[in-house]
T-cell receptor, first 111, second 111 residues
């Protein structure tokens, strides 16, 4: 399977804990995006990379959130000191040009 | 306020009926993509439209991009129960840029 891969699929964490998610994009896709989706809503943009450079960050991305793509391949999204409001589906997508392909997402539940 | 407005938010029809989902904006987009998403999964790309006035057909699905590249529609002919899902439109201001999503249209096709 050469699609976008996200790990883990599900994460339950206690409020205040740190969590890290991983995304492996489609090979040779130079752009990688993170989105967040809450129930009943469309995905909201968080941040995106072109190769290893983080080119844009949404105002939704508070200072508790950090994303990296150190070698221009896989990416990680870390949330520090999680809050209940962080509970959502975190989606990763990659693209080479116009079309973006999504992974299956990581469902985060903060209890 | 969403940059892309989808209507209706929810649609329930009988198998065999036709349906149309609309995606409207006051902004011009370089491209517009339609996705279908099932519960607990990531969005799956259905089609990308890039030219004003463009019409694309994918079996029973017909996608249209408005002449001014501000709006789009998705028409499903003779809906099947397998068409049930959340349909999302998403626009990009330039190739490779982040996607701005509509709020989604939840379609339920009853047998």
């Amino acid at each position: 399977d050469t699609g976008v891969s996200q790990d883990p699929r599900h994460k339950i964490t206690k409020r205040g804990q740190n969590v890290t998610f991983r995304c492996d994009p489609i090979s040779e896709h130079n752009r990688l995006y993170w989105y967040r989706q809450t129930l009943g809503q469309g995905p909201e943009f968080l941040t995106y990379f072109q190769n290893e450079a983080q080119l844009e960050k949404s105002r939704l991305l508070s200072d508790r959130f950090s994303a990296e793509r150190p070698k221009g391949s896989f990416s990680t999204l870390e949330i520090q000191r999680t809050e209940q409001g962080d509970s959502a589906m975190y989606l990763c997508a990659s693209s080479y040009d116009t079309e973006a392909f999504f992974g299956q997402g990581t469902r985060l539940t903060v209890v | 306020t969403q940059l892309l407005e989808q209507s209706p938010q929810f649609l329930s029809i009988q198998e065999g009926e036709n349906l149309t989902v609309y995606c409207n904006s006051s902004s011009v987009f370089s491209s517009l993509q339609w996705y279908r998403q099932e519960p607990g999964e990531g969005p799956v790309l259905l089609v990308t439209v890039v030219t004003g006035g463009e019409v694309k057909k994918l079996k029973r699905l017909t996608f249209q991009f408005g002449d001014a590249r501000k709006d789009s529609s998705l028409h499903i002919t003779a809906a099947q129960t397998g068409d049930t899902g959340l349909y999302l439109c998403a626009g990009a201001k330039a190739a490779g840029n982040k996607l701005t999503f509509g709020g989604g249209t939840r379609v339920l096709v009853k047998p």
